[in-house]
C-alpha cells in the first residue's frame, strides 16, 4: 500500500517561508502529476500547485510568484517551497497523486495526512 507522508509545517510570520516535503513509501507506476492541495477551514479543498513526471508545473494564480513545486524522482519525493507566506495562505496542505503500487494494477488516487501551515500576521 503506497503512503504519502508530508512534513515540513508550522508556524511561521507573514512574509516567512517553508518548505513542505511529501515523501512516497514507495516508488508509484504510471504517475502522471502529483499535486499540493490545501483546506481552510470551513472551506473546499483547492488545488495549490502540481508537477508531471516530465517537470512541467501548474500554479493556482494565488501562489503565482511565492511558491515553487518540485519533484525529486530518486527519492519519491515531491516538495512546495512557501514564500511570501500571507495569513489566508494559512490551511492544512496534502500532496496528492494517481497511480499504481505495482505496474499492471489500476492507477489509484492517493492523499497524504496533512501538515498544518499558520501564518500570523
Known amino acids: 500500500q503506497v503512503q504519502l507522508v508530508e512534513s515540513g509545517g508550522g508556524l511561521v510570520q507573514a512574509g516567512g517561508s517553508l518548505r513542505l516535503s511529501c515523501a512516497a513509501s514507495?516508488?508509484?507506476?504510471?504517475?502522471?502529476?502529483m499535486g499540493w492541495y490545501r483546506q481552510a477551514p470551513g472551506k473546499q479543498r483547492e488545488l495549490v500547485a502540481s508537477i508531471t513526471s516530465g517537470g512541467s508545473t501548474f500554479y493556482a494564480d494565488f501562489v503565482k510568484g511565492r511558491f515553487t513545486i518540485s519533484r525529486d524522482n530518486a527519492k519519491n519525493t515531491v516538495y512546495l517551497q512557501m514564500n511570501s507566506l500571507k495569513p489566508e495562505d494559512t490551511a492544512v496542505y496534502y500532496c496528492?497523486?494517481?497511480?499504481?503500487?505495482?505496474?499492471?494494477?489500476?492507477?489509484?488516487?492517493?492523499w497524504g495526512q496533512g501538515t498544518q501551515v499558520t501564518v500570523s500576521s
Open positions: 496528492s497523486t494517481t497511480g499504481s503500487a505495482i505496474i499492471t494494477a489500476t492507477p489509484k488516487t492517493y
Open positions: 514507495q516508488r508509484i507506476f504510471r504517475v502522471n502529476a
